[in-house]
């Protein structure tokens, strides 16, 4: 345990002092981002304007989704998406050798190796998105702190679905459509799940578990959310990591390198 | 003339067969584009009650058409000429007689072919969810609305070319490219239509090349025409200066490219 702290802090600050050579880079992602949140404001304003609301969502806690969903963006773009990349890469050029042979567990090297700090502006944004909207409802700091457990159980099943994509890799070498088609559909979790017609809403609690990323921390945080959802949440995530590392041990049955 | 026809066509049947080979691909490259059908359930469920001036069935008709409008004008040149430009590729196409803009257009134009049964099978996945919707464009409407896509294209792809040529000056020109996405998402009425905006911003974006790119072809395809002399004029005078913006670029740039690892 204490072995992988160290070399994960050792991960990090190198992949933190290569990123930062590109200083320059910050300040346009944090404008991209800036831009991004006010088109989502602005997006979801158009529902608000006409005396309209989400069933049982008002303005503020529609804005806590919405904040939830840009952290969450935040965590993929810091962690997620640049160590997927990386496997495709390894596939592709049959580099994974090298990760194989290291006496960690290559799941953890593939899926820690990385950190991007360009994802930080997100997460910024959206804390404070969430915070404004926690202060108008009038939320404590217990409130926040419970939301804290379904959004980490939210993160472990985003990274599960992202990482068993990332294992495709083994079979498919070139992902990035697919990869695609799963960011394409977690847009939804920018509005609460109750928003959805009935076909929608079973399509996004059960067959892409948007729900989970965003609507239940939101309700969590708002009291409403009950134990049953958290107990689902809990055991979503739980049931994903292990079967996140199963398929990633199955997968690699089929690794035969490349170009040796 | 003529040798421009035969160069198109062979282009366009090369690249076709390219695009055919990875028909696995293309299907993911359809389904990533479901940002509108996404928008189209919070929009029926939202004009359930009437507070909107549109009904369930017109949402349903506009984001359907938005889709097959997405499909058609889905654009990636600046991802292609950034890597060509940056890894000194470019360098061989310039050798060529044909200037290499064509080449990543007729790649992008053979792609509509192969992506078009796949398109049309997920709107009538739909139609199935939403059997009251079924609609047929008038015929007028239809020929204008195809025309508005072809232009919408076109415009779309100058522009993103003209930002591609930002890669003989900096490495990062996709950065242009994903400014410029977020204000082509929010203002073409992909997230929802142009008449559910407020008066104020709805006024100030008609004069931006946006909602020509969506919004206009859409409404045409709904049988819901809105100005379409003006829409096709201000599409063409958009081309016209992005055309000579590029074009411009385009002198500049070569003078400043060095052909790097070439």
């Known amino acids: 345990m204490e072995r992988y702290l160290k070399v994960l802090r050792l991960f990090w600050s190198t992949a933190i002092a290569a990123e930062l050579e590109y200083r320059l880079n910050f300040l346009v992602t944090a404008l991209i981002s800036l831009g991004g949140l006010a088109g989502s404001l602005f997006g979801l304003s158009l529902f608000y304007r006409n005396d309209y609301e989400f069933e049982g969502w008002s303005w503020e806690a529609a804005l806590l989704v919405l904040g939830l969903f840009t952290v969450l963006q935040g965590f993929s773009a810091m962690v997620l998406i640049p160590n997927l990349n990386k496997i495709v890469n390894q596939v592709q050029q049959g580099t994974l050798d090298f990760v194989l042979l290291k006496p960690i567990s290559s799941q953890f090297w593939l899926s820690t190796r990385i950190i991007s700090p360009w994802g930080l502006p997100d997460v910024i944004f959206g804390l404070v998105m969430i915070g404004y909207g926690g202060r108008r409802l009038g939320l404590g ?30 079979w ?7 990869t695609e088609v799963l960011r394409g559909l977690l847009e939804a979790g920018r509005f609460p799940i109750a928003a ?15 729900a989970f990323l965003t609507t239940v ?44 | 003339m003529q040798k421009a026809f035969k160069v198109s066509r062979i282009m366009l049947s090369v690249y076709y067969a390219y695009m055919v080979e990875y028909r696995a691909e293309l299907v993911f490259w359809v389904l990533s584009g479901t940002f509108p059908l996404i928008l ?57 007689p044909v200037d290499p803009a064509w080449r990543h257009f007729f790649s992008h134009v053979s792609e509509r072919f192969a992506r078009l049964p796949f398109a049309f099978l997920l709107v009538g996945l739909f139609l199935l969810l939403y059997p009251y919707a079924a609609w047929w464009p008038r015929l007028d409407n239809l020929l204008l609305g195809l025309l508005a896509i072809a232009l919408a294209f076109c415009l779309r792809f100058l522009m993103q070319y003209t930002f591609a040529l930002a890669a003989f000056w900096t490495e990062r020109a996709s950065a242009l490219e994903q400014f410029w996405f977020l204000l082509y998402t929010f203002l073409s009425g992909m997230i929802a239509p142009l008449s559910l905006f407020p008066d104020a911003v709805r006024e100030v974006v008609l004069w931006t090349p946006f909602p020509y790119l969506i919004y206009f072809p859409a409404s045409l395809l709904i049988n819901r025409p809105e100005h379409v002399a003006r829409g096709f004029m201000a599409m063409i005078l958009w081309s016209a200066l992005f055309w000579a913006f590029n074009r411009w670029l385009w002198r500049q740039g070569l003078k400043q490219y060095s052909g790097m690892g070439a």
């Open chain 2, 40 to 96: 189209m359930g919070l929009w029926v469920e939202a004009a359930q009650g009437d507070q909107f001036n549109l009904s369930p069935t017109d949402l349903v008709r506009y984001f359907l058409a938005v889709f097959l409008v997405r499909q058609f004008t889905v654009v990636w040149v600046i991802w292609e000429f950034e890597r060509e430009v940056v890894e000194g590729r470019l360098s061989p196409y310039l050798l060529q």
């Open chain 1, 217 to 260: 921390p939101a309700q969590t945080m708002l009291g409403q959310g009950g134990r049953w959802w958290l107990l689902a949440s809990a055991l979503l995530a739980s049931v994903l990591v292990v079967v996140a590392n199963r398929f990633w041990r199955f997968a690699l049955r089929f690794y035969t390198s490349a170009s040796s």
């Open chain 1, 196 to 210: 959805y017609p009935v076909a929608y809403r079973v399509f996004f609690t059960f067959v892409v578990p948007v």
């Open chain 1, 141 to 170: 700091w217990v409130d926040y702190g419970l939301a804290i457990l379904p959004l980490t159980l939210g993160a472990i099943t985003l990274y599960s679905l992202w990482f068993m994509l990332g294992a495709t890799s083994i």
């Open chain 1, 172 to 178: 498919f070498v070139k992902i990035y459509n697919v």
